[in-house]
């Protein structure tokens, strides 16, 4: 068990926008990062990383938090492999405390299973490197590909001994459960209990997800043995998906990222080639038809694929199909074709890295031009095979998302094939509108979302409120008034029926929202008190005085004896309130980090609200947005007086139902009136009409 000094290091020292920028591209926005969600295929940047608060926010999915919980969530590790991944990062020494055999029976079958997986990466490697048949056989054979010892290392190339249960065996005396390595794929078990090797004498690729965690196994027969498949991979399993795995990702996404560009290759020993000669922003499909998922890999890093591909012609038209997935995914296509009878692997090794690099560069094609060449040879002047080719990269367009880039595809295509735009500009349209027919006749694969209230904020110099205060205000007025007209309509016009706005639950929220963004402010605060003027009449005088904002709350919400209604807000104020009177100021780490995860998410749902609007940039569209830090002695003002408003009123709803109590009835409306007197008062400090 990772002891509690080693987790605080790790949270102290790992920076959420370097942990975080391995994954997802981010680009600087204000004193924030944002970028596409790296959850959901979209468009336009929802995903926002704080650095000064030391969290994020993907604003697709809702799901939020710190380092820590973007591993878990995005590389679906462990808490203590979060820890342990951000402790080999930053190079922090693990301590651990000893574990009971309660809590080593606790580790779940995943974690199992990636440990056996590491496990085996190890042993294939160190038998390819320290024995004799390793060395004589598995080492030789990279050798003769012409792999260097850095390449090796790189990629943990190994060697799986020719003898049916060597590596089980092994594997079972160091105390690995059989469960294990039978779930990886790693040992076959046959009825009766017999087990073996899965790749017995094969060489071993291994396959790693986008942090570097063994998922499965490629493993290469060296033998002419027909029977058996050249090429075999680890079995579908609960960590391991061929069709959402890129081989070479782990070792690719930082030049990815940096080159802003990515090669696709189809195999293993194609990606290492590339990567030798310096082509390192390479991956490969493994054999497999390109996916959706995989495509979406690489957008995370890149929008740009440069697809590479053999020189065959049939492998061509087999392959060629793949570019329509990318181009759907909103990708930028490019394409490399190699002379006949080479591929990436074989070209590279005749080439210098100069050169090859230079290839690359004069031959890479937009995806028409290529398609046009490829399918022209084969329709050759027979006019009812052009007119399939014409359709075919038409239908290709009309795969793209993005309307300007179709219209340039559509030019292009007509210039090459010599063909009217206006024809061609027909075909599109038509097969967008059978698409759109089709999709509506299909169920919706994604949720549909009811928002609840916007966000949008106002033009300042037309007198508007700080932007949260318009949706707070329509919430509300749904609260109070019963509906908006747009719902109200959508009611009567049979739409789902409205769930009822909880209004304490949202001033509650609105509290602990202040006191987590603003709670050490220091602000000027107004206060009215008592006193006699001259002739001893009663006069109110206005005082003003300097407090944080975290204790003028506090000791509001004290005079009034207020305790939240909401068990969730209760705890947050809880942890909130013994920071107050312990320390002088509020430190949020641990909120954020908190082992309670329903508090860590909700505080960092608060504290990225207003991240939100750096996505939407109003700056650049002239739109003046108020500063809540100019306004706070007022939002702490109104947050109180509405929460006391609220409480009054649910009194009130109270008192009521005594009033039908006859022994009760005259002492209830005199509470009632008196009651009423109070929120009255509040509405005319809110500035609002009763």
């Not at 790790?10 to 004193?31: D, H």
């Not at 060597?166 to 078990?189: H, M, P, R, W």
């Not at 209604?565 to 954020?592: A, C, R």
Request: contains cysteine; proline residues 3%; aromatic residues 8%.
């Amino acid at each position: 068990m990772i002891s509690r000094e080693t987790i605080d290091r790790v949270f102290e020292t790992a920076r959420v926008e370097e942990v975080i920028g391995e994954f997802v591209t981010l680009k600087k926005s204000g004193s924030s990062f944002k970028g596409l969600s790296p959850f959901v295929d979209e468009k336009s940047p929802s995903f926002m990383v704080s650095p000064v608060k030391g969290i994020w926010k993907d604003f697709s999915t809702g799901k939020g938090g710190n380092a820590i919980s973007f591993l878990m969530e995005h590389e679906h590790y462990s808490y203590p492999e979060a820890i342990r991944y951000l402790a080999d990062k930053y190079n922090i020494a693990i301590e651990e405390t000893e574990q009971t055999d309660e809590q080593k029976e606790a580790a779940d079958e995943r974690e199992s299973m990636y440990l056996v997986s590491k496990y085996a990466q190890d042993y294939f490697h160190n038998t390819m490197l320290n024995t004799q048949k390793g060395k004589a056989i598995g080492l030789s054979y990279f050798k003769e590909r012409g792999f260097t010892n850095e390449m090796i290392e790189t990629f943990q190339l190994g060697y799986c001994l020719d003898d049916w249960t060597a590596f089980t065996d092994t594997a079972l005396k160091n105390g690995y459960d059989l469960q294990y390595l039978e779930s990886t794929g790693l040992t076959i078990v046959k009825e009766g209990g017999k087990q073996f090797d899965r790749f017995k004498g094969r060489v071993m690729f291994p396959i790693h997800s986008m942090s570097g965690r063994v998922l499965g196994f490629g493993g290469r027969i060296l033998t002419s043995d027909k029977k058996a498949a050249k090429y075999l991979n680890s079995p579908e399993s609960d960590i391991y998906h061929k069709s959402k795995i890129l081989y070479g990702l782990y070792q690719a996404k930082k030049t990815i990222s940096k080159e802003d560009n990515c090669y696709l290759v189809e195999g293993y020993t194609d990606v290492i080639s590339m990567y030798q000669k310096g082509i390192t922003n390479v991956v490969a499909s493994s054999g497999t038809a390109l996916t959706p998922d995989q495509i979406r890999l690489v957008k995370r890093l890149t929008p740009n694929m440069t697809v590479l591909f053999d020189g065959d012609a049939a492998g061509l038209r087999a392959s060629v199909r793949g570019i329509d997935l990318i181009l759907e995914q909103g990708m930028n296509v490019k394409v490399v074709t190699f002379p006949d009878g080479d591929d990436p692997d074989s070209f590279s090794k005749k080439k210098s890295t100069e050169e090859l690099k230079e290839y690359l560069e004069n031959n890479q094609q937009d995806f028409i031009s290529f398609k046009v060449s490829l399918l022209l040879e084969e329709a050759k002047n027979d006019p009812i095979k052009k007119a399939g080719l014409i359709r075919d990269i038409v239908m290709s367009i009309s795969k793209i998302p993005d309307s300007i880039k179709q219209e340039v595809y559509i030019q292009e295509c007509a210039r090459l094939m010599d063909i009217s735009e206006t024809v061609l500009f027909n075909e599109l349209a038509q097969m967008l509108d059978k698409q759109a027919r089709d999709a509506e006749r299909k169920p919706s694969a994604r949720p549909r979302m009811t928002i609840a209230s916007s966000n949008k904020p106002t033009n300042s110099s037309s007198g508007g409120d700080v932007p949260d205060d318009a949706a707070f205000k329509e919430m509300m007025m749904a609260q109070e008034g019963g509906m908006s007209a747009s719902k109200a309509k959508q009611a009567k016009q049979g739409g789902p029926a409205l769930k009822k706005i909880n209004t304490l639950d949202l001033y509650e929220r609105e509290i602990i929202k202040i006191l987590l963004l603003y709670g050490n402010h220091e602000v000027t605060f107004i206060d009215w008190v008592e006193d006699h003027d001259d002739r001893g009449k009663v006069i109110m005088v206005k005082e003003e005085f300097v407090n944080t904002v975290a204790n003028e709350l506090y000791l509001q919400l004290q005079d009034d004896e207020i305790e939240f209604s909401n068990p969730l807000f209760q705890k947050i104020y809880k942890e909130l309130s013994h920071q107050i009177n312990q320390e002088e100021k509020l430190v949020l780490d641990h909120l954020t980090s908190h082992q309670d995860q329903e508090i860590a998410s909700e505080v960092t749902n608060i504290l990225m609200d207003d991240e939100h609007y750096t996505l939407s940039d109003w700056e650049s569209k002239e739109i003046e947005v108020t500063q809540k830090t100019d306004v706070l002695q007022k939002l702490v003002q109104d947050a109180i007086l509405n929460l006391r408003r609220v409480l009054i009123e649910l009194k009130v709803k109270e008192l009521m139902q005594e009033v039908g109590v006859e022994e009760k009835r005259v002492e209830a409306l005199q509470d009632v009136m008196n009651y009423t007197q109070l929120k009255t008062l509040l509405y005319e400090k809110l500035h609002r009409v009763l």
